[in-house]
């Protein structure tokens, strides 16, 4: 009965996706009072919304244009149309529009944040002219009520060339957390690089804890001088004011730049600290951060006194490992961890994509089969859980975990070493969300001498970086010369593109045949790459996920 649901489900997706088309659009009165248009337009889902008749030479399309840029879901493709074609309507530049719409933002909601955050992230990417061209209006966004306006209204002023201006406007705590806090939004890593020693200065010479913690933050996403940052920030785990805020930036910088004579004494402390914590406080989210910074510090001592402070904690505390979703990119952040056999250990998921994900903690070898399985299994899934299979090779699983929120997975781990893999069972996630469980019998002989596992879809490559647009710069004057097909080819199936995507009719079919795009693009390099590195760029119909709710509900 489930394939039948399943295989039933498919055909609805199809027929939905070839009909698409043809679905009335919704009546809306253009010619009413802004307020009424509003009204009408915000009762729309997005999906309904793109449907609205839209063109760039009539002014009665501006409120459909805005509407779209203030819904946080559209594709990026979408919204750069909205901008485009606002800025001709009004005769303005893009990055004044984009301003404009943060502007009306008020961040008090997930939905308004996320919308608020992709707007800025959009100013962010305009030219640096037409950010200067804004310096007044970003100077009075900067000097607002809204913290998280305030800080890309910071960010921009910076990109575009106002670096000094943007240091004047931050005289008082609040406006300097908003600047601090600004330096982690700039785009580029340059432009974070140059920031650094203003953002040293003000965590010598803050007196509030609230821009200490700012410029902690700021601090530890520079990335640059991770030692130095490292030696600035250990110290600060004894003051139980700026304690998370050191963990938390902590763990932001590479365990290798941690000296061990510092991650000893530190650990030291921080044992004690977890002794001394009443238990109630003990799944905060705040001890949790600590606690990871810990089980990172004992990776870098001596064996054995690292198993002194490992049977401490386990008297007090379950051994946590938090996991996020990384947002757009079908990922987790933590590609693999280890825990020791037969040992307790909980998972703490923390969602910060757009779309709903679990975590499945399968048998050695079961990652496909448990992925398929989910599939089958569908929305109803195991005992409540959705896609989640009724397998022997499941041995944990978390339910599936809506944007912006959390779960936890409490297991014991299995007591025969091995690499178990982990993986999000909605559908077709798979081929990217993954990760691997190493069980090993002493985990503080592993820590001195960690192995990566091998990946458990087959890929042999490893993660390299998160490439940008911006890292490709120039990359096309050659016109590609010395490049080859052959090498292409491999990478593309090594890297699971083949999973999805088709290559002269082999491969999978989530995502369009990729010598067609290049037909569709007319050949052009750049917006070929853009479709590779932003997938949500633009999204065809025929390829957007679609949700059918039952007359059962």
Same mark, same amino acid.
């Given at each position: 009965?489930?394939?039948?649901?399943?295989?039933?489900?498919?055909?609805?997706?199809?027929?939905?996706?070839?009909?698409?088309?043809?679905?009335?659009?919704?009546?809306?009165?253009?010619?009413?009072?802004?307020?009424?248009?509003?009204?009408?337009?915000?009762?729309?889902?997005?999906?309904?919304?793109?449907?609205?008749?839209?063109?760039?030479?009539?002014?009665?399309?501006?409120?459909?244009?805005?509407?779209?840029?203030?819904?946080?879901?559209?594709?990026?493709?979408?919204?750069?149309?909205?901008?485009?074609?606002?800025?001709?309507?009004?005769?303005?530049?893009?990055?004044?529009?984009?301003?404009?719409?943060?502007?009306?933002?008020?961040?008090?909601?997930?939905?308004?944040?996320?919308?608020?955050?992709?707007?800025?992230?959009?100013?962010?990417?305009?030219?640096?002219?037409?950010?200067?061209?804004?310096?007044?209006?970003?100077?009075?966004?900067?000097?607002?009520?809204?913290?998280?306006?305030?800080?890309?209204?910071?960010?921009?002023?910076?990109?575009?060339?106002?670096?000094?201006?943007?240091?004047?406007?931050?005289?008082?705590?609040?406006?300097?957390?908003?600047?601090?806090?600004?330096?982690?939004?700039?785009?580029?890593?340059?432009?974070?690089?140059?920031?650094?020693?203003?953002?040293?200065?003000?965590?010598?010479?803050?007196?509030?804890?609230?821009?200490?913690?700012?410029?902690?933050?700021?601090?530890?996403?520079?990335?640059?001088?991770?030692?130095?940052?490292?030696?600035? $920030? =250990? /110290?600060?785990?004894?003051?139980? &004011?700026?304690?998370? +805020?050191?963990?938390?930036?902590? %763990?932001?910088?590479? *365990?290798?730049?941690?000296?061990?004579?510092?991650?000893?004494?530190?650990?030291?402390?921080?044992?004690?600290?977890?002794?001394?914590?009443?238990?109630?406080?003990?799944?905060?989210?705040?001890?949790?951060?600590?606690?990871?910074?810990?089980?990172?510090?004992?990776?870098?001592?001596?064996?054995?006194?690292?198993?002194?402070?490992?049977?401490?904690?386990?008297?007090?505390?379950?051994?946590?490992?938090?996991?996020?979703?990384?947002?757009?990119?079908?990922?987790?952040?933590?590609?693999?961890?280890?825990?020791?056999?037969?040992?307790?250990?909980?998972?703490?998921?923390?969602?910060?994509? $757009? =779309? /709903?994900?679990?975590?499945?903690? &399968?048998?050695?070898? +079961?990652?496909?089969?448990?992925? %398929?399985?989910?599939? *089958?299994?569908?929305?109803?899934?195991?005992?409540?859980?959705?896609?989640?299979?009724?397998?022997?090779?499941?041995?944990?699983?978390?339910?599936?975990?809506?944007?912006?929120?959390?779960?936890?997975?409490?297991?014991?781990?299995?007591?025969?070493?091995?690499?178990?893999?982990?993986?999000?069972?909605?559908?077709?996630?798979?081929?990217?969300?993954?990760?691997?469980?190493?069980?090993?019998?002493?985990?503080?002989?592993?820590?001195?001498?960690?192995?990566?596992?091998?990946?458990?879809?087959?890929?042999?490559?490893?993660?390299?970086?998160?490439?940008?647009?911006?890292?490709?710069?120039?990359?096309?004057?050659?016109?590609?010369?010395?490049?080859?097909?052959?090498?292409?080819?491999?990478?593309?199936?090594?890297?699971?593109?083949?999973?999805?995507?088709?290559?002269?009719?082999?491969?999978?079919?989530?995502?369009?045949?990729?010598?067609?795009?290049?037909?569709?693009?007319?050949?052009?390099?750049?917006?070929?790459?853009?479709?590779?590195?932003?997938?949500?760029?633009?999204?065809?119909?025929?390829?957007?996920?679609?949700?059918?709710?039952?007359?059962?509900?």
């Amino acid at each position: 009965m489930q394939r039948q649901i399943a295989c039933a489900a498919a055909v609805l997706l199809s027929a939905s996706a070839l009909f698409a088309k043809d679905v009335t659009p919704p009546k809306i009165f253009l010619d009413k009072p802004a307020r009424i248009v509003a009204y009408q337009l915000k009762r729309l889902d997005d999906d309904r919304l793109l449907l609205v008749p839209r063109a760039d030479d009539d002014k009665k399309y501006i409120p459909v244009y805005e509407a779209i840029l203030s819904r946080p879901a559209m594709a990026s493709g979408v919204r750069e149309e909205a901008v485009t074609a606002l800025a001709k309507l009004k005769d303005t530049s893009a990055a004044k529009e984009i301003l404009s719409a943060i502007e009306s933002t008020k961040f008090d909601s997930n939905e308004s944040r996320r919308s608020g955050q992709v707007l800025g992230r959009m100013l962010l990417r305009r030219p640096a002219p037409e950010l200067d061209e804004l310096k007044k209006d970003l100077s009075g966004l900067a000097m607002g009520d809204i913290p998280a306006s305030r800080s890309f209204a910071f960010a921009a002023l910076i990109a575009g060339g106002n670096p000094k201006a943007a240091e004047e406007l931050a005289s008082d705590a609040e406006a300097k957390v908003a600047m601090l806090n600004a330096v982690s939004l700039l785009p580029r890593a340059p432009q974070q690089v140059a920031r650094r020693d203003y953002v040293v200065t003000e965590f010598a010479s803050a007196t509030q804890p609230e821009v200490s913690v700012a410029a902690i933050a700021a601090l530890s996403k520079i990335p640059t001088e991770a030692e130095d940052t490292c030696k600035r $920030l =250990m /110290p600060l785990l004894g003051d139980p &004011a700026l304690r998370v +805020a050191a963990a938390r930036g902590l %763990m932001r910088l590479p *365990a290798e730049v941690i000296e061990s004579n510092a991650a000893e004494n530190a650990a030291e402390m921080l044992v004690a600290f977890a002794e001394s914590t009443d238990a109630a406080k003990r799944t905060t989210n705040e001890f949790v951060d600590v606690m990871q910074l810990t089980d990172r510090l004992l990776t870098r001592i001596a064996p054995a006194k690292a198993k002194t402070y490992r049977a401490r904690l386990r008297e007090i505390v379950v051994r946590v490992v938090k996991i996020k979703t990384v947002e757009e990119e079908m990922r987790y952040d933590v590609p693999y961890f280890a825990v020791e056999a037969g040992r307790p250990v909980q998972i703490l998921l923390e969602n910060h994509d $757009l =779309m /709903p994900h679990n975590l499945v903690v &399968a048998t050695p070898g +079961a990652l496909k089969g448990v992925a %398929m399985g989910g599939l *089958a299994a569908g929305p109803d899934g195991t005992n409540g859980l959705p896609y989640v299979p009724d397998s022997p090779n499941v041995i944990a699983a978390s339910d599936m975990i809506a944007p912006d929120k959390s779960t936890r997975i409490t297991l014991t781990a299995p007591t025969e070493p091995g690499e178990y893999p982990y993986v999000c069972t909605f559908p077709q996630h798979w081929y990217r969300m993954y990760g691997v469980m190493i069980v090993v019998e002493d985990l503080d002989a592993w820590n001195q001498n960690p192995t990566e596992p091998a990946n458990p879809i087959g890929s042999n490559r490893s993660f390299v970086q998160n490439w940008k647009l911006d890292d490709f710069e120039g990359a096309f004057s050659t016109d590609l010369r010395g490049r080859s097909p052959e090498i292409g080819q491999k990478i593309f199936n090594e890297a699971s593109c083949a999973g999805c995507h088709k290559v002269n009719g082999v491969g999978g079919a989530v995502g369009p045949e990729l010598a067609d795009i290049y037909k569709k693009h007319k050949g052009d390099h750049q917006i070929v790459l853009r479709e590779i590195l932003e997938p949500s760029h633009t999204i065809d119909a025929k390829y957007a996920m679609q949700l059918i709710l039952t007359v059962e509900g």
